[in-house]
């Protein structure tokens, strides 16, 4: 799920076939694309707002494989279509474009991550990595932050995939990562329930914050990078300051049988949480 500065919301269905429900604020109307072949894991939208990067399942319902589950679509005669697509090996938790946008990153849930060029979907690095299960570009450079299944979090170069830094996260399994707006921070959600910020200048941890009774399911910055929201198994939504050792609210979503997904906060101006 993901804003766009023109008040438009894009999110997948998590259905056996997939489609890209795009809902604009101003209209209160849903757009619908046409059907993918399996569900969509990840949506991204480019900066000018005339484009989308979708990663699916690599695995149709009758268990076929689906040739082109990486797509970017484009906005034709007041419809989306696929402008481009390809085939990535693995069931893709993460794609988006860098911040000058003339990189891709796709990463597959233990199988590998991939740079792509976005003008023909060409390969241009790849690291195999079984331990790998998300990760997402540093806001202003070409820095990647991925978490692995054993704790750790790697710090790679976008351009030649060599490791930066690599150190100890969580106890377990990283389940979800967020880089702060200005770049400043990183917050990283374990199954252990709890969130560290880290400052991404030193890598040195700023705090650990006990934040849910479960894991960790989701994270977003405001985008005064301040403030954190994290949703949790627990079925809670927590807003931090950076600053207060307390949430400044909480409230119950969901029962805690309800698994919370990641959502973003809008990128553009301010934000109501």
Not at 239 to 246: D, H, N, P, Q, Y
Request: aromatic residues 8%; glycine residues 8%.
């Amino acid at each position: 799920m993901k804003w766009v500065a023109e008040n438009q919301l894009a999110w997948g269905n998590a259905a056996e076939e997939g489609s890209i429900r795009i809902w604009d604020q101003e209209t209160d109307q849903v757009q619908v694309t046409e059907e993918t072949k399996s569900s969509i894991w990840s949506v991204s939208w480019s900066k000018d707002a005339s484009q989308m990067l979708t990663g699916e399942l690599k695995r149709e319902e009758d268990g076929s494989k689906n040739e082109d589950n990486l797509k970017i679509w484009k906005k034709t005669e007041g419809n989306w279509r696929v402008k481009k697509s390809d085939y990535f090996p693995g069931n893709i938790n993460y794609a988006d474009w860098n911040a000058t946008e003339d990189k891709i990153c796709v990463i597959g849930n233990g199988v590998l991550i991939r740079i792509y060029n976005p003008e023909n979907l060409a390969v241009n690095r790849e690291l195999r990595d079984e331990l790998i299960q998300c990760g997402a570009w540093h806001p202003k450079s070409n820095v990647i932050a991925c978490d692995k299944k054993n704790g750790k979090l790697i710090i790679l170069d976008g351009d030649s995939l060599e490791e930066m830094k690599t150190f100890e996260a969580h106890f377990d399994h990283v389940e979800e990562l967020r880089w702060s707006r200005d770049g400043n921070w990183l917050a990283t959600g374990g199954v252990d329930g709890r969130v560290k910020i880290w400052r991404t200048e030193s890598w040195s941890l700023y705090r650990t914050i006990l934040a849910h009774e479960g894991a960790v399911t989701g994270l977003a910055w405001h985008p005064d990078s301040e403030s954190l929201v994290s949703v949790g198994s627990d079925g809670m939504v927590n807003i931090w300051s950076l600053e207060s050792r307390e949430s400044k609210s909480h409230r119950r979503s969901t029962d805690k049988n309800t698994r919370i997904r990641p959502i973003l906060l809008c990128s553009i101006g301010t934000a109501d949480v």
